[in-house]
């Protein structure tokens, strides 16, 4: 048997002629995209222009109205069972931690592997404590939200989606809450993800960590994907004139 030179690249998420709609209002315009397994992809663009939007529809909190999506080669669930374990399978951290303000940094964690996969208590405790030291905040397990900084309550929030043991990570705006000095605590963390194999898409306005994390870098305006590169060519030699007005705006300044 012969050893592969290169690995093939592996679709894990795919966006195919995507449409969405908010009343009028035309959101996603035919959008496809497709995922390889272990890649970065952050997800660049003005306010407004669908951004989030496409990020959501990966695990369906928001609905499509056409076009396909897939995750492993199977269609995401319209519903019930099969939706709630595609949802188990697919992490996601948003610009709002959502943590569950009555249970501790450490409870936080647990409550998916319990609750939804049905390990065990113990073996969860365990495996929650090894990813709040992943994220940094080991010392900050028995603490109540309200007792964490925003970027500890972020990466406790990034520690439950992992905890889930997830495909592909979705990312949307996760510092934009923060104050500045707490961005880098939280990127690091999702750069040292990044580099660990993790499929990860990123909503993101942080330039920096889409230069040093991402594979690829997509562009988007108006609900198209306007231009998509890997990060030195995006950055250096921008193709589309949209891109390059975006770029000139964000990096002057």
Partial sequence: MSTPTAATPSPLVVLSSVNKHFGALHVLKDVDLTVDRGEVVVVLGPSGSGKSTLCRTINRLETIDSGTITIDGRPVPAEGKELAQLRAKVGMVFQSFNLFAHKTALENVLLGPVKVKGIKRGAAETRGRELLTRVGIAAQADKDPAQL??????????????????????????????????????????????????????????????????????????????????????????????????????LTH
């Fill in 149 to 250: 900084s925003g970027g500890q309550q972020q990466r406790v929030a990034i520690a439950r989606a992992l905890a889930m043991d997830p495909m592909v990570m979705l990312f949307d705006e996760p510092t934009s809450a923060l104050d500045p000095e707490m961005i880098n605590e939280v990127l690091d963390v999702m750069t040292s993800l990044a580099k660990s194999g993790m499929t990860m898409i990123v909503v993101t306005h942080e330039m920096g960590f889409a230069r040093r994390a991402a594979d690829r870098v997509v562009f988007m305006d108006e609900g198209r994907i306007v231009e998509q590169a890997e990060p030195e060519k995006f950055f250096t030699a921008p193709e589309s004139a949209r891109t390059q007005d975006f770029l000139s705006k964000i």
